[in-house]
């Protein structure tokens, strides 16, 4: 059935030059742009001179750094718009900057140009072995350290949302950084995690929990989700990763953690989800093309998948608005 909606002049085109905008962000991460301008309003040849740059080249980026909303400007001075601010400024306690220098350039990037090519050999972004992938001690780290900086501030958003409280061991299945457990324990001091993921991925994630003093609350253990044991909890957290999964195996990894529940424990499942019509959100649409072997699934399905476990009572809620969701139910 056509839609009735009247025709966007601009839709096809604003999508097309699309990467534009994601080019000249990473360029401005490269060169230091907002950082320099973080605090205080310079024209283009005093950012150049601090940068080190020619003027000409670096006010060609200053300009579309304006237009697209990254930077305001006053005359002749470019100062950080609020946004930039919060999320592209290295000493802002949001800062997202290393997710898009990490992950987005180095990892997502050169898959996605190739997109066509891997839809027609049944593969996705990211696809290719990705054990092997996590193998590789730097590719694992550039990788990490990527997600790290996007998982901080979900995972904040995750403890708000979630009561961890009356919980005493979590099982943190495929947990990166160990940003969600971080979270999780500091929303709940009697809270214990230990996070189930490669080695080389659990390298990075000894370094960020040391760092965070959580090093006596927050254990890891070497493992592969699917294939693997692991230990038992009264909480499993799987956030971010099931959806790379096929429903036979989601299926698989839910019932391997209702088994390793006691009565009343609680499996949450935080992930790209999709709106129960499945016409939204945006990026969570965009997000499962790196889905390895899964497919776009709602909150409402992926209950139904946990129910096939023998999991009750689903509570479904957005977690990042307009990106990520929740699903969490208990064991009876």
Known sequence: MSSS?????????????????????LAALELGV?????????TASETAAELDLKTPPLE????????????????????????????????SPSYFGDYYHFQVRQCLMPDFIRLGQLIREDRAIMSDDWSS???????????????????????RLLASLFDFTGFK???????????????ACRANPELRSVIVDYPNVLKVAREVIDKEGLSDRISTRAGDILNDDFP?????????VVSGFTKEHQVQIFRKCFDRLPSGGA??????????????????????????????????DMAALLQQAGFIDPVVKPVIPEYTGMVAMRKP
Not at 279 to 297: C, F, K, Q
Request: glycine share 10%; aromatic share 6%; charged share 20%.
């Open 60 to 91: 060609r980026l200053l300009v579309a750094l304006t237009v697209i909303g990254l930077l305001d400007r006053e005359a002749d001075r470019f100062s950080c718009s609020p946004e930039t601010k919060r999320y592209l400024v290295r000493s």
């Open 34 to 42: 907002f950082d320099v301008l973080a605090e205080k309003s310079l």
């Open 133 to 155: 992938y996590m193998a590789d001690e730097e590719k694992a780290r550039v990788f990490i350290l990527g997600q790290h900086s996007a998982s901080q501030g979900g995972g």
């Open 267 to 300: 499996v949450v499942v935080h992930d790209f989800l999709m709106n129960e019509d499945y016409r939204g959100p945006v990026l969570s649409g965009l997000y499962n093309l790196t889905s390895v072997e899964g497919v776009p699934t709602s909150g409402p």
């Open 232 to 240: 038992s909890g009264d909480l499993m957290l799987i956030s971010l």
């Open 5 to 25: 909606r009247p025709v966007d002049p601009n839709l096809v085109h604003s999508i097309a030059t699309g990467y534009m905008g994601t080019c000249v962000l």
């Open 169 to 183: 061991q979590m099982v943190d299945l495929a947990g990166g950084s160990g940003a969600c457990s971080i979270a």
